[in-house]
């Protein structure tokens, strides 16, 4: 009977590779919760108009309107400005398809990993840790590659701005031929 009870109390014994792992979750789940919040508190809309609108006004606000107006209607003056805004869209849609394709691989792979048979496990809390540990990596390398897309995002909205206030002041400096 004593052996009975022995075997009874370690089948409740939590593995320590399931115990690292559950661990492991808790940092990641308290982790992305403040990522999170970070994000949430971050995305103010009257805040980022304010901001947009500010920074449009110091580019609009020096700009001789009229000559950008009449020069706006110049072939040669709006060409310049469409060729430069073709390929800056061009580029940008390079980068994020670049993004997106290499997030896909990443999200495949790590889909195929996750399901892969862990091998040989003496007990099921070996399995469950390690479905556990491949699930955290691949929210780790997702994770990663999203924040990826976003900076690229962020790339692209500056040169979007940048482009803008060039073509602005070129359209206010331009000369009528």
Do not use: C, H
């Not at 789940?29 to 449009?56: C, H, M, R, Y």
Request: no cysteine; net charge negative.
């Amino acid at each position: 009977m004593n052996n009975f009870l022995k075997e009874w109390q370690e089948s409740y014994k939590i593995d320590p590779a399931l115990d690292k792992a559950l661990k492991r979750l808790m940092e990641t789940g308290k982790s992305a919760a403040a990522d999170i919040e970070l994000v949430s508190e971050a995305i103010t809309p009257v805040k980022t108009f304010l901001q947009i609108n500010s920074s449009a006004s110091d580019v609009f606000k020096d700009l001789d309107w009229f000559a950008a107006y009449k020069n706006m209607f110049r072939p040669t003056a709006y060409s310049k400005s469409l060729e430069s805004l073709t390929e800056l869209q061009q580029a940008a849609f390079k980068r994020f398809s670049e993004g997106q394709a290499q997030l896909l691989k990443s999200m495949t792979e790590e889909s195929q990993n996750i399901f892969k048979s862990p091998g040989s496990v003496d007990k099921p809390q070996q399995a469950i840790a390690n479905y556990i540990d491949k699930s955290l990596d691949a929210f780790e390398d997702i994770k990663k590659e999203l924040v990826e897309q976003s900076q690229n995002a962020s790339t692209v909205n500056a040169a979007f701005m940048a482009w803008l206030q060039q073509t602005m002041q070129n359209f206010s400096a331009a000369e009528e031929a």
